[in-house]
């Protein structure tokens, strides 16, 4: 599943991705672990523990293709759902709710740049102290993938809640494994909801 990302003295052009497989990914090859990073943000003034009812809301269209996929719409949709449940919340399809949760995805192409210095030679107290020294830079370009999640209320466009999950793109070879990234996301972005007091 995952590929070690291409470095290079010049930036490189990669692929369209043809789905919206993005959220979990190897971010940096030096790193040798993947990583996502999770954000949120809401508003303290909200009492959290008095919501209990939730339906979908209208999710915004992106620009990207990629971020309209109806398959990763269905597998945010799900995971959602599953957690929200978990938690002891539930959907109703109609009649009042006591906030609307809608969801927002993005590809952006991004630029890893990283100077690696190399220092060989003598050391301090044995004559020169940088012989020979220089550096290299890499530049890699890759594509960040962006999932937020919104929880707001009903009937008006006042935020309650927003999480944030963003992790380098990269492909995966099976539904089930797209699937488990998207879920990955979600469960980490709704482990801080609702947010501690």
Do not use: H
């Not at 793109?169 to 089930?176: E, H, I, R, W």
Request: charged fraction near 25%; glycine fraction near 8%.
């Amino acid at each position: 599943m995952f590929r070690a990302p291409r470095s290079s003295s010049v930036p490189r052009r990669r692929s369209r991705r043809a789905a919206l497989a993005w959220v979990l990914t190897l971010a940096f090859a030096s790193s040798g672990c993947a990583t996502m990073d999770i954000s949120t943000d809401w508003d303290p003034s909200v009492d959290f523990n008095t919501l209990e009812t939730y339906r979908w809301g209208k999710s915004a269209e992106a620009d990207d293709p990629r971020g309209n996929d109806s398959l990763v719409e269905g597998r945010v949709r799900r995971a959602v759902d599953r957690e929200l449940a978990a938690s002891g919340y539930s959907q109703k399809s109609t009649g009042p709710v006591d906030f609307v949760v809608s969801y927002f995805a993005a590809v952006e192409n991004k630029l890893d740049v990283r100077v690696l210095n190399d220092y060989y030679g003598y050391r301090p107290g044995w004559g020169s102290y940088d012989y020979g020294a220089g550096s290299r830079t890499y530049v890699r370009e890759y594509e960040q993938g962006t999932l937020v999640l919104d929880i707001a209320a009903l009937g008006t466009s006042k935020l309650l809640w927003r999480g944030t999950a963003q992790a380098e793109v990269t492909n995966t070879s099976t539904p089930q494994e797209s699937e488990a990234i998207i879920d990955e996301a979600v469960r980490r972005m709704l482990e801080k909801f609702p947010p501690d007091a």
